[in-house]
């Protein structure tokens, strides 16, 4: 088991990535959460992360997938993929806290 995240700029982005890379691998999506700024007066783009867990090969080819995708709207320093190979419970119970709400 392994828990994967992507960070972007941008909701649609975020979205689109996650769908083409739940169409290459056999990932499940477990928490959505977005980084807006307070201050309104700062010219910051929406950061958006989705959390998703699978087996390790799936949550890696869904890392690398998303990455590519999320090109297509984000620069690559705008673009962070991360992979936990076998987490702790905590860490488990970590990746499901999100701002969207799933039903289980």
Known sequence: MAIGFLEVAGYGAALYAMDQACKEANIKIIGVDTINPKDTSANIPLTVQIKFEGSVSDVKIAAT????YALRFNEEKEIITSVIENPYEGTCKL???????FER
Do not use: H, M, N, Y
């Open 65 to 68: 997938k998303a990455r590519e």
């Open 95 to 101: 990746g499901t806290l999100s701002k969207v709400k």
